[in-house]
């Protein structure tokens, strides 16, 4: 299957600064990928998509100016953190779709603990 | 929007046993997907199934899409089995991919 990456796959900063995680597609090219957000014992909520080339659509109840999203090319996409607080939290966890495997099977990162002091 | 409801919430395995996990959804779909959520958080994809049988060693899973549920089958379970198991689905085409709640599976030696 495809692969995904992230990096990093863990991250301890202070409050009041920002955090970039990556999110590569290795081996396909993804015009779209997807950042999802997950508490302890709960399920993966999605947070935004990323389109290359264009504006992230974000879900309802999530802070565009707070998740910065770039998607710069079609085997890469970002995720930046502004100004985190320990409320922010959390496993951050990218997915993309493969087309080339003419379905619609999406493929996902090992995700980042990010831990907010 | 569609709703995506697994069962059970947690179960809990002797080795060698084996169990059925089921996923039900209100709306019909053209995706479903399964996953295992490794202690270490990595979801690894167990089956592409939005209907009909599919089998990958001692797992299979099942959809049947005019009933609107999933079945997950995990034969002879081992340790490594543990984690937690969700089913996701998409509606359509490029539209996103709704997940269950997850069904936590522990497989005690």
């Known amino acids: 299957g495809a692969v995904v990456s992230q990096h990093p796959s863990w991250v301890i900063c202070k409050s009041g600064t920002s955090v970039k995680i990556e999110c590569r597609s290795l081996?396909?090219?993804?015009?779209?990928m997807f950042w999802y957000r997950q508490f302890p014992k709960q399920s993966l909520m999605l947070m935004a998509t990323s389109n290359e080339g264009s504006k992230a659509t974000y879900e309802q109840g999530v802070e565009k100016d707070k998740f910065l999203i770039n998607h710069a090319s079609l085997t890469l996409s970002t995720l930046t953190v502004t100004s985190a607080h320990p409320e922010d939290s959390s496993f951050y966890i990218c997915?993309?779709?493969?087309?080339?495997?003419?379905?619609?099977?999406?493929?996902f990162g090992p995700g980042t603990r990010l831990t907010v002091l | 929007g569609i709703q995506v409801e697994q069962s059970p919430p947690d179960l809990i395995l002797q080795e060698g046993a084996n169990s059925t996990l089921r996923c039900n959804f209100s709306d019909s779909v053209n995706n479903l997907q399964w996953f295992h959520q490794n202690p270490w958080g990595q979801l690894i994809n167990l089956f592409y199934i939005p209907s009909g049988t599919k089998q990958n060693g001692r797992l299979s899973a099942t959809t049947v899409a005019t009933e609107r549920y999933s079945l997950l089958y995990i034969s002879s379970s081992q340790t490594t089995d543990s984690g937690v198991y969700f089913c996701?689905?998409?509606?359509?085409?490029?539209?996103?991919?709704?997940f269950g709640q997850g069904t936590e599976l522990s497989v005690k030696p």
């Open positions: 997915s993309a779709r493969d087309p080339g495997q003419g379905r619609d099977e999406q493929f």
């Open positions: 081996d396909f090219q993804a015009t779209t």
């Open positions: 996701a689905v998409r509606r359509n085409q490029g539209g996103k991919l709704i």
